[in-house]
């Protein structure tokens, strides 16, 4: 499985934006890059994903790299519910998600 | 509420026990998924079914651990003779079949064995 890095932890001020880099330079052709993010307590979160293009949806945008070797999500106004761990994840044609440790966000009313 | 259903929400059971878990997926939903996540740790992936078969089994999943999706609804995850090691968060996920459908996660079955 291709392999991604992202940072342990991030800290934001609530209402500003927020945003979370993730490098895979291993990606392949067909990987897709999904964002998922664990609130406490609960099961993993769909976030967005995207192939090349930029991809926004009302959680978030997901900007890609022009070589794919690098994305960034973006949280464009941080609440305090957004306080969880983000994972980024390549996704290929087996349908298997493959998790990291992911970013552990933590929002500062 | 329609999303994915696991019951029992938290168990916990002396080592050397049975225990069985069970998750209704989103109706519609063709893959169903097992993932087991440790504290600190992400999910990893257990084993996964396309309706009511079983495509592909974790390495993790040893002979102790059996998952069924009986006429491709639910699913249910047993392990006998649990061990310690055992404890973690079991995760149902299910998904559509089309490539790249985003799964959606129950809330998971915390299963402490002492």
């Known amino acids: 499985d291709a392999k991604t890095t992202q940072p342990n932890s991030m800290e934001s001020n609530e209402e500003e934006p927020v945003h979370l880099p993730c490098n895979h330079s291993?990606?392949?052709?067909?990987?897709?890059i999904h964002w998922y993010r664990q609130l406490p307590s609960q099961g993993p979160e769909y976030v967005i994903h995207?192939?090349?293009s930029n991809v926004n949806n009302r959680m978030a945008s997901l900007a890609i790299a022009e070589d794919r070797k690098s994305s960034t999500l973006i949280l464009h106004r941080a609440t305090l519910r957004d306080a969880a761990v983000y994972y980024c994840i390549l996704l290929s044609n087996d349908y298997k998600l493959s998790f990291g440790a992911g970013t552990t966000v933590t929002v500062r009313a | 509420d329609t999303g994915v259903s696991q019951n029992p929400r938290h168990k916990i059971t002396k080592r050397g026990q049975n225990v069985t878990f069970r998750c209704d997926p989103i109706?519609?939903?063709?893959?169903l998924y097992w993932y087991r996540q440790t504290l600190g740790q992400g999910p990893e992936f257990l084993t996964y079914?396309?309706?009511?078969?079983?495509?592909?089994k974790s390495r993790l999943l040893s002979d102790r651990f059996s998952a069924e999706r009986p006429k491709g609804s639910f699913s249910t995850l047993e392990i006998q003779r649990t061990e310690q090691g055992d404890s973690a968060m079991y995760l149902c996920?299910?998904?559509?079949?089309?490539?790249?459908?985003?799964?959606?996660f129950g809330n998971g079955t915390r299963l402490t064995v002492t």
């Open positions: 079914f396309q309706n009511e078969a079983q495509l592909e």
């Open positions: 291993t990606i392949s052709g067909t990987d897709y």
């Open positions: 996920a299910s998904s559509l079949w089309e490539a790249n459908s985003p799964l959606h």
């Open positions: 109706s519609e939903h063709n893959r």
């Open positions: 995207g192939l090349t």
